[in-house]
């Protein structure tokens, strides 16, 4: 079964080879047919301490890495 990737913005490296990724998704209304942005923040392991905030990364589901880490970075987005 392939892994899920996803893609959004680093909030946050403050952590130790970790950063914060927001993935927003957007969904419609089932009543008013609008589209609606939903976002949610992934803990993603980043080897290097490399990435940094406001930078558009890609993570890869992984094993559990952490009580929060289930995420690894394969890339940097341009």
Do not use: C
Request: hydrophobic share 35%.
């Amino acid at each position: 079964m392939p892994k899920r990737v996803l893609q959004g913005v680093v909030v946050s490296n403050k952590g130790n080879k970790t950063i914060v990724v927001k993935v927003e998704r957007r969904i419609m209304d089932p009543v008013y047919k609008k589209f609606i942005r939903r976002s949610k923040n992934y803990h993603a392991h980043d080897e290097n301490n490399s990435r940094k905030e406001g930078e558009v990364v890609s993570i890869q589901e992984s094993k559990p890495i952490s009580k929060l880490k289930r995420w690894i970075v394969i890339e940097t987005v341009s």
